[in-house]
Every structure is written in C-alpha cells, then in structure tokens.
C-alpha cells in the first residue's frame, strides 16, 4: 500500500490525529497541502500551513517514510531552507518524520546530526508507541503499521470502542479512517470481503466510506452513479471543481472513471487529478 499517500489524506481530512501525535494543541484553522514554489518550480509535500489569522504560529513539514532513504534528511532540511528564502515572513516551524520503526530510518545521519538534534525537529516510531498511553486517534493511526494477521481483530476492537462513544462528526471520520486503513491494506479484498472482515454487514454500511464510495453508485452499478459519485468525492476533497475539469469527468468511460474513484484515494492535491486527467485523455 501506498502508506505516504494514506497520512497524507489522513492528515488531510482529519488534522487533529497529527497535532494528538506531536503532543501540540490544536490550532484551528491549520491547513494540510502540498506547497507550490513557483520560483524554482520546486514541490514540498506535506506541510501544515497555520491560518492567516495566526502567522505566529509554526509550520509544519511532516515527512512519512516507511522505506529507508539515505537522502530523506538531507533532501528534508534542503527544502525546509528554500522554503524559508522563499518565506521570509514565517516565524516559527517544526519538521516531523514519521517512521513505522526505528530500522527503517537511514543509516548515515552523522552529516545531519546537527539538524535532527534541533528541538524543533521530532522522530516518530509508530511501533513504539504503547497502546495503553496513547489515545483513540493514534491507537487508530497506529492501526497502519499492524500486522495484517492481526489487524482485522484490532479493526473490530476499535471500532466496538468507537461504538460505545456518543454518535458525533468525529466519531464517525474515526470509524471512516479505520474502513479506509483496511481497504489500503488489503487492497485485493472486495467490499463485501472487508465488511466481513470488520464485522456486520449492517455496521460498515453506516460507516461515510462505504455510503460514498460504493452505496452511492457502485453498489447500484449505474453509470450515472458512478459519476455522481465521483464528483461528489473530488469536490468533497479539493472544493469546487471548475465546469471545464467537470467536463473532462463526465467525459471519462465507466472504466475510467472506476480507475478514478481507485486513484483519487492516493491524490494530495488536485494537481494530482489534473495529472490523471491529461494521462488519461
């Protein structure tokens, strides 16, 4: 599974598991993108930019490396330098790294010793994280690096906890990140397969993933379904699509577009579906 790909909609959709990992309080108004700088036609992946109203606060550059690279550091505070001559007016940042484990993190890290011993830069080991410390969201979160002999009973565990919560928006995008954890890693399952999986029937279909992604218009198999549907997920994801992106779309065969609905779950931004897009056609 593309695991970069899944934090990055992760962080996306639901910020506040990020800001519960690094221990820092939530500020509202914090916006997870891909930045854009121009200048230098140069793209920087994952950062958290703060709101407007609040330049005081840091940025963050989250980097998820579930592969070794022997570059990831030097690479990582190459771009967190051009983006501060870039942006002169930032005042504060911090850099995350996310590993799965400590084994994965490259071995030569001497000529950036320096760098990673800096407070505002933090190493993260989802494996050792405890379970009996750690909230809701990170147990979840944490769901990705779980073997997967063992991740289906730990899917049902937590979503059997989410079940005793009171009903409410997060409790749901919760039980949505769990169902979208198991589809990544288990790609070669079908719904029907993954429902089992995480229990009743009855229960996945509550779940939004499973109303947005195959109730919808898959379930039906109507190709105006499928259509609607996958409108409905990349204006949910990158706002308002312009008619002529809408255009293109509409224009795409059922087989395309069913090939949309799977890449769209990889996409960061919509320069992302615009790349689909102009490939395609």
Same mark, same amino acid.
């Given at each position: 599974?593309?695991?970069?790909?899944?934090?990055?909609?992760?962080?996306?959709?639901?910020?506040?598991?990020?800001?519960?990992?690094?221990?820092?309080?939530?500020?509202?108004?914090?916006r997870f993108?891909?930045?854009?700088?121009?200048?230098? #036609?140069?793209?920087?992946?994952?950062?958290f930019?703060?709101?407007?109203?609040?330049?005081?606060?840091?940025?963050?550059f989250?980097?998820?490396q579930f592969?070794?690279?022997?570059?990831?550091?030097?690479r990582?505070?190459?771009?967190?330098?051009?983006?501060?001559?870039?942006?002169?007016?930032?005042e504060?940042?911090?850099?995350?790294?996310?590993?799965?484990?400590? #084994?994965?993190?490259?071995?030569?890290?001497?000529?950036?010793?320096?760098?990673?011993?800096?407070?505002?830069?933090?190493r993260?080991?989802?494996?050792?994280?405890?379970?009996a410390?750690?909230?809701?969201?990170l147990?979840?979160?944490?769901?990705i690096v779980?073997?997967?002999?063992t991740?289906? #009973?730990?899917?049902?565990?937590?979503?059997?906890?989410l079940?005793?919560?009171?009903?409410?928006?997060?409790?749901?995008?919760?039980?949505?990140?769990?169902?979208?954890?198991?589809?990544?890693?288990?790609?070669?399952l079908?719904?029907?397969?993954?429902?089992?999986?995480?229990?009743?029937?009855?229960?996945?279909?509550?779940?939004?993933?499973?109303?947005?992604?195959?109730?919808?218009?898959?379930?039906q198999g109507?190709?105006?379904?499928?259509?609607?549907?996958?409108?409905k997920?990349l204006?949910?994801?990158?706002?308002?699509?312009p008619?002529?992106?809408v255009?293109?779309?509409?224009?795409?065969?059922?087989?395309?577009?069913?090939?949309?609905?799977?890449?769209?779950?990889?996409?960061?931004?919509?320069a992302?579906?615009?790349?689909?897009?102009?490939?395609t056609?």
């Amino acid at each position: 599974m593309k695991t970069d790909s899944l934090f990055y909609s992760l962080f996306q959709q639901t910020p506040q598991i990020f800001f519960e990992l690094i221990g820092a309080e939530v500020t509202p108004g914090y916006r997870f993108d891909a930045i854009e700088v121009k200048q230098i #036609a140069f793209r920087i992946d994952g950062v958290f930019l703060p709101p407007e109203t609040a330049p005081e606060q840091p940025v963050y550059f989250v980097e998820v490396q579930f592969q070794r690279d022997e570059t990831l550091y030097r690479r990582l505070f190459a771009e967190i330098c051009v983006f501060f001559t870039c942006h002169p007016e930032v005042e504060a940042w911090r850099a995350v790294i996310i590993y799965p484990q400590r #084994a994965t993190e490259q071995r030569r890290v001497q000529p950036h010793q320096n760098f990673i011993q800096l407070p505002e830069v933090t190493r993260f080991y989802l494996k050792e994280l405890p379970d009996a410390e750690i909230s809701l969201p990170l147990r979840i979160l944490k769901l990705i690096v779980e073997p997967e002999v063992t991740a289906p #009973a730990k899917s049902r565990q937590l979503l059997e906890t989410l079940k005793a919560s009171p009903r409410d928006e997060i409790v749901q995008r919760l039980e949505e990140l769990i169902v979208t954890i198991i589809v990544y890693k288990f790609p070669q399952l079908t719904r029907e397969e993954i429902a089992k999986m995480l229990g009743t029937k009855e229960s996945f279909k509550q779940t939004r993933f499973y109303q947005d992604v195959f109730e919808e218009g898959l379930e039906q198999g109507l190709e105006q379904g499928e259509r609607s549907l996958l409108l409905k997920l990349l204006n949910r994801r990158f706002g308002v699509l312009p008619s002529a992106k809408v255009a293109q779309i509409e224009a795409l065969s059922v087989e395309q577009m069913e090939n949309l609905v799977e890449a769209q779950v990889d996409f960061s931004a919509v320069a992302d579906l615009d790349n689909w897009l102009s490939q395609t056609n």
